[in-house]
């Protein structure tokens, strides 16, 4: 566990938690929003915009923190020809750029037109090249832990975990905001959170299940990173057992709160309790394996 | 003109002493922790019963490693500042005006040749003593060596010289690379990866 690296685990998970979350939930959203919509939905969308937009923020100004030189932090967009690292950072504020365009839009009451649709096109469009470079600049040969496929999926399945999980608590409150069970003037439609609940519940089992059989089978057939300079982190067992504990209680949160939201609707205060419970412990699983990465990446002190 | 400046180390001559470290440590003035030039202490092995006895099967050796000057610059090309340049001769070097200190090239580098400096919030790494060469100098490293261990020059120069092999267990793969090293290796390399040889001095290094 590298908990040195709390910077840049707050920049990536809070920047894939908010990509995930503006694309299933607002994304969808902005596409669902009838013409004749209600003021209310109008601004569940631009308080889900603001929402997200603000975790990016929050995210961006943690990483400051990880520099030396956080003064010279606009430096860091020299290098677009060949470094990810100065992509990730401008595809990033390409992102905000657009998410607080669409959050004026949102405001002005133009949540409808092709204009704003637009948008939030571009806003998804920079998102996920935002999580591209993340997870590309991480493949590098000085890291053999990490110039692997692994790393992409890893971050490719925290952000659907994350904002599945995190969409729909989202969007239950969004709801609840607006005084609306039904949801129908709110952010989306009950069955597509029903959806979304279905879908977290998927990934959470099918990571649960990932990683019981990939670690069996590196037990089985042996598993060597290739000759490197840095010297080799240790996986703790008891953070593995944690992992998966946490993920199934997870998994069966999203279950139960599946269960809730049929008989006493998606918005209830059951459901909604079912569901933060559901996010807070995908959120600490998808912690403690971002601090393990950063663990496998040891380098010299 | 030199294209490409490049070190030579002989793995079957070194002795570990750590002459080397201690000399760049002391000419570039480098502050508690921070080595640019680096001993390797690799081993492995262990007992194996030959006939009715039990011998010692082992593969010891050391490799001395500072930054290998690198022809395809992944710590450059990695770097979101364009802080890591490369001079016409082909040392690589930091611009510390630009640095930022996000350390992406401490990642980046397979022969963790660039250390993270706490005093002045930047990366450092062996500049192969510019100033010495830029004089028509050797490097400290070259010039401290007890048993001759370190050469370098031109490495196409170096290669006619001493040979091609630019890898020994523990090195990364040289193809991300391209590092300007030419290795001799110590007998017992052939049989490192064989007996689990492994660096054995990481608080060291």
């Known amino acids: 566990m590298a908990w040195r690296e709390w910077p840049l685990a707050a920049f990536t998970l809070l920047g894939q938690l908010a990509t995930g979350v503006y694309l299933f939930l607002v994304l969808p959203a902005v596409f669902a929003a009838p013409a004749d919509q209600a003021a209310s939905g109008r601004n569940a969308l631009f308080y889900a915009v603001a929402a997200v937009t603000a975790l990016l923020g929050v995210g961006a100004a943690a990483s400051f923190f990880h520099l030396g030189r956080p003064l010279r932090a606009p430096n860091a967009l020299a290098n677009l020809r060949t470094s990810w690292l100065s992509r990730e950072i401008l595809f990033e504020l390409l992102f905000m750029f657009f998410l607080a365009l669409l959050a004026v839009l949102f405001w002005r009451g133009a949540a409808e037109g092709t204009l704003a649709r637009t948008v939030a096109v571009l806003a998804a469009v920079c998102g996920v090249l935002f999580l591209v470079s993340m997870a590309r600049l991480y493949m590098v040969p000085g890291v053999p832990a990490w110039n692997r496929a692994t790393t992409p999926v890893s971050f490719l399945v925290a952000t659907v975990t994350l904002g599945t999980t995190g969409g729909l608590v989202a969007g239950e409150m969004a709801s609840r905001a607006i005084g609306s069970t039904e949801i129908g003037p709110g952010l989306v439609s009950p069955l597509w959170l029903r959806v979304l609940t279905v879908s977290a519940a998927a990934v959470v089992g099918l990571r649960v299940v990932g990683r019981v059989l990939l670690t069996a089978r590196r037990r089985v057939r042996g598993f060597r990173i290739p000759p490197s300079l840095k010297p080799a982190a240790v996986s703790s067992v008891g953070a593995f057992a944690l992992r998966l504990v946490l993920w199934t209680g997870s998994g069966g949160a999203l279950v139960a709160g599946f269960r809730s939201g049929l008989s006493v609707g998606p918005a209830a205060p059951e459901t909604l309790r079912l569901t933060w419970v559901a996010f807070g412990l995908a959120a600490a699983a998808e912690l403690l394996t971002r601090f393990e990465f950063y663990g496998l990446g040891a380098g010299p002190r | ?205």
Not at chain 2, 132 to 158: K, M, W, Y
């Open chain 2, 1 to 205: 003109m030199v294209r490409q400046y490049g070190f030579h180390f002989n793995a079957a001559a070194c002795s570990g002493c750590k002459a080397c470290q201690v000399a760049c440590k002391d000419h570039n003035d480098l502050t508690g922790g921070i080595i640019w030039r680096r001993v390797y202490e690799v081993a492995g092995g262990g007992w194996e019963k030959a006939g009715g006895l039990w011998v010692p099967k082992v593969a010891a050796y050391n490799v001395s490693m500072a930054c290998n000057h690198c022809e395809v610059v992944v710590c450059g090309l990695a770097c979101p500042t364009k802080a890591i340049w490369k001079r016409d001769d082909g040392i690589v070097l930091i611009d510390d005006s630009r640095c930022i200190g996000c350390r992406y090239c401490e990642w980046a580098c397979p022969y963790s040749a660039i250390r993270y400096d706490a005093a002045t919030n930047l990366v450092s790494k062996c500049t192969f003593c510019v100033e010495e060469i830029d004089s028509g100098r050797p490097p400290a490293c070259v010039t401290s060596c007890p048993l001759r261990a370190l050469d370098f020059g031109d490495i196409d120069e170096l290669r006619k010289k001493y040979g091609q092999v630019d890898r020994v267990v523990p090195l990364p793969d040289p193809e991300a690379t391209k590092p300007a090293l030419v290795i001799t290796p110590h007998k017992d390399t052939a049989e490192a990866e064989k007996r689990g040889a492994e660096v054995i001095n990481w608080e060291e290094v």
